[in-house]
Each structure stands twice: as C-alpha cells, then as structure tokens.
C-alpha cells in the first residue's frame, strides 16, 4: 500500500484538454504553476487523499517489453531529470490524452501534472509522478471583511480532490512496471480509457490482490459451483460461507490444502474445489495453488461479502451464524409454501 503520509508536492503543472471529437481543443502550458511552498503544500495533501483509500495497485503493461509503454518511458525520463524532463513530458501526455478523446461521451477538461516527493511505497521512500483530469468546477463563497459588515462574492474554482480520473505513479518497481494508484469515478469511460488506453495498465500482483481473488474464487465456488455438481441448500451455502470467513480471518497464510482440509473436509468438495481452482487460476491468470500471506485490509473489504444470508421472497431475511443442524427446511402441503424450521436454547 502506498503511504501519502509524508509527502508533498514540488511541481504542478497544468494544461486544458478537450474532447477531440467535440472539437473542444487542446491548450498547453510551457511554464510550471507559479506558487509559495506554502500554496504548494495545502494543495499536494487534497490531490493525494483519494489514493489513500485505494487499495489495488497497477503497473504499466506491454505485450512484449513493458518498456516500450509510452507512459512507462514518460515518467522513466521524468524521474531520472525532473528539472528537465517534467515540462516535456507533461506536454507529450496532454497530446496523447487529446489523441484519445474520440467518443463524445468522454469528459474534457483542465489535466494537471503534478510531482511529489516524500511518498513510502512498502517501507521504501521515493518520488510520484501523478496526473488528473479536472472536469467540474464549483461555486464557493468568498467573505470580504468591510469595517462594519462583512461582503461576499460568488466565485468558481476547482476542488482538488474531486478529480474525475487520476493515477499516481511511484517510482519503484520499474522493471515490473512501477507502482501504479488509480482512482475516480470507478464505473465511469473516462477512468476506463486512462486505465486502458492512456496509462495501459495491469493488476499488480500484491498480497491484496491474492487475498481477494482467493476469497472471490471461494465464495463462485460456494455459491456457484456447489449447486451444480451436489444436492446444496441455501443454509448448507451459508454455513460453508461461514466457516470460510472464518478460515480466512484466522489464517496468516492461504494454502489450498489447509482450506480444503479446515473447511471443506468432504473429499468429493476437496476434489470438485481442486478442478475449480485450476480452472479458475487458468482463466485469471493467476496460479491459485501457491501459498502467499493473507492481507487483512483484503480481508475486512471482501467480508461483507460473505455474509451468510437466506433472503426470501416475502422479504425477510434469515442470517445464519449458529449451527447448520438448527435449521431444517420444508414443504407446506397445506399453503403450498415453503418454510424453514429454527431451533434455538433462548431469546436475547
């Protein structure tokens, strides 16, 4: 995860970029934003906040040399001579980002570049290169204290951390492509298009990263898989969500056959699961029998889903904690409905 904690801003740069297909245009800056340090350093910990909260980490990806990334190769000259580099460099990017605004759905707007220093990224302290499109701007109320009265004004000005695409690349990892940070509107074309497109980027391979496609590929096969191949109930899922959950939380390290052994115990589901994970590390790309160290913050994230819930049709909702054994299922010949039985020691 990368620590912003400590770092702050010493270059910002900004130029407009429109929709090329809107013929919106594009206007280049030559000169660095001219601000105090002060200035500098109320506005580096907004533009950072939101890749606090992220998570995921990305690297540049090429098919066959990641080198060959266009954007890999900007920041690569940005980092080793930003006094030089950062201005050109910037440019190049706005172009290419121009370039690539070819669906009138895209958002145009001011597309900031900006250079930080002081970032951790795994213990390791080292300097981030990151880039924004601003595209909304926003009303506030400037006061003017006049003697006796106070006087406002209606201005327009941007919110720095309201960004609608921004990544943050650190400057680490370079031969894997670097650290990557992206975050904004996580549905929206325009993150996509930078993410694809723009950066070209690929799913760092982290302990998070593990954690959570673990914990999906149990859940697919729990809720998926299961009912396919085994006569499964909704309480006989719940239960297995359970006891996986808690596998999970308990656990320092995944390891297929301490999950199997600890959770599934059946050998038919040991066997069904063992096909489904090779399968499932085929189409990830990612090899799901390997030991890694679990991630907590991995954890806690994907625990909501797992919650182990029988929602039926009348709108209610049975959670189910206890044992599988104090809930039995049924038929009602009478009302032709179907019913579930609990059992239980005592009301709180």
């Not at 297929?256 to 050998?267: A, I, N, R, S, Y």
């Not at 990612?286 to 182990?308: D, I």
Request: include cysteine; proline fraction near 3%.
């Amino acid at each position: 995860m990368i620590n912003i904690e400590n770092a702050f801003l010493s270059k910002l740069i900004i130029h407009r970029v429109g929709n090329k297909v809107l013929e919106d245009g594009l206007t280049l800056s030559d000169e660095l934003v001219s601000l105090s340090d002060a200035y500098l350093s109320s506005l580096g910990g907004p533009l950072l906040v939101p890749f606090g909260k992220e998570d995921l980490l990305y690297n540049f990806y090429h098919d066959t040399d990641v080198h060959l990334n266009v954007m890999h190769t900007r920041c690569k000259k940005i980092f080793n001579s930003p006094d030089d580099e950062f201005i050109g460099a910037s440019v190049a990017a706005a172009r290419e980002l121009y370039e690539l605004m070819q669906n009138p759905k895209l958002h145009g707007g001011e597309f900031w570049v900006a250079y930080f220093k002081g970032m951790v990224v795994d213990d390791e302290e080292c300097d981030a290169v990151a880039f924004f499109l601003m595209d909304e701007r926003k009303n506030f109320v400037k006061l003017y204290n006049k003697e006796t009265k106070y006087a406002i004004e209606m201005q327009s000005g941007t919110d720095p951390s309201g960004f609608l695409s921004g990544c943050l690349i650190c400057n680490t990892g370079i031969e894997n492509g670097y650290i990557v940070s992206c975050t904004g509107k996580s549905k929206s074309l325009d993150l996509r298009l930078w993410m694809d497109n723009f950066m070209v980027l690929k799913q760092n391979i982290d302990s998070f990263y593990r954690t959570q496609m673990a914990m999906r590929m149990v859940k697919d096969f729990v809720m998926e898989k299961m009912p396919e191949e085994f006569e499964t109930t909704r309480p006989d899922q719940a239960e297995l969500l359970t006891k996986s959950m808690e596998f999970f939380k308990a656990s320092n390290e995944f390891a297929l056959k301490d999950f199997q052994g600890d959770v599934l115990q059946q050998p038919e589901l040991k066997e069904s699961f063992t096909h489904f994970a090779k399968q499932y590390s085929r189409e990830q790309d990612l090899n799901m029998g390997e030991n890694f160290p679990m991630n907590e913050r991995a954890v806690k994230k994907m625990a909501r889903h797992f919650k182990s819930v029988i929602k039926l049709d009348t709108n209610f909702h049975i959670y189910v904690h206890g044992r599988r054994e104090w809930i039995e299922r049924g038929f009602d010949e009478e009302r032709k409905l179907n019913f579930y039985k609990t059992y239980f020691e005592k009301e709180d």
